[in-house]
């Protein structure tokens, strides 16, 4: 099976900063990539597929890149309503394998 | 509107077994394959199975040979059939839909299945 390694686990950041999450895949998964958003109590919603697609109706300050095992999710000017988890999910090969998560904190 | 609407969910003991349903509404269901995903509490995302839209089957090796999923795509649904539940498949279990990448745009709205005696 695939695994993928999210960096880092948790982060702390304030409003208006940017950041990066990485995610490593153990093989190569090309750009079979996508990146999901998951609030408490609720389902995870799509942010970008295909590694760097950004899914319709998600705004721009979100983007993705990355190809074959190395990928990053990046938030620019986090908003009050980013802080949440985050989670890379490869779609290469089933099974498809989610990351550990990376839950975003306010400072 | 697109809508995922599950059912099903509950409480069974060790050994036993439970149908998860999913009724879908507003896409053409039968072109779309669609997935099962779970999220043990306080844990992250695990993929569970998925299924294409003409039936072919894939699973996680922690569930396979235990979980059977299946549609029915004259009645928009789908649904995964859990027997030998272990104390471990105790989570909240989606459904969603396979995308373009195979990403879920769609997801239920989830039902918590709890496996204890």
């Known amino acids: 099976d695939i695994q993928m390694t999210q960096s880092p686990s948790s982060l702390s950041a304030s409003v208006g900063d940017r950041v990066t999450i990485t995610c490593r895949a153990s093989q190569s998964i090309t750009s079979y990539l996508n990146w999901y958003q998951q609030k408490p109590g609720k389902a995870p919603k799509l942010l970008i597929y295909a590694a760097s697609t950004l899914q319709s109706g998600v705004p721009s300050r979100f983007s993705g890149s990355g190809s074959a095992t190395d990928f990053t999710l990046t938030i620019s000017n986090l908003q009050p309503e980013d802080f949440a988890t985050y989670y890379c999910?490869?779609?290469?090969?089933?099974?498809?394998?989610f990351g550990q998560g990376t839950k975003l904190e306010i400072k | 509107e697109v809508q995922l609407v599950q059912s099903g969910g509950g409480v069974v003991q060790p050994g036993g077994c439970l149908r998860l349903?999913?009724?879908?509404?507003?896409?053409?269901?039968?072109?779309?394959?669609m997935h099962w995903v779970r999220q043990a509490p306080g844990r992250g995302l695990e993929w569970v199975s998925l299924?294409?839209?003409?039936?072919?089957?894939y699973y996680a090796d922690s569930v396979k040979g235990r979980f059977t999923i299946s549609r029915d795509n004259s009645k928009n649904s789908l649904y995964l059939q859990m027997c030998s539940l272990r104390a471990e498949d105790t989570a909240m279990y989606y459904c969603?839909?396979?995308?373009?990448?195979?990403?879920?745009?769609?997801w239920g709205q989830g039902t918590l299945v709890t496996v204890s005696s």
């Open positions: 349903s999913c009724a879908a509404s507003g896409f053409t269901f039968e072109d779309y394959a």
């Open positions: 299924i294409s839209g003409d039936g072919y089957t």
């Open positions: 999910q490869q779609s290469s090969l089933t099974p498809y394998t």
């Open positions: 969603a839909d396979a995308y373009r990448s195979s990403s879920s745009q769609y």
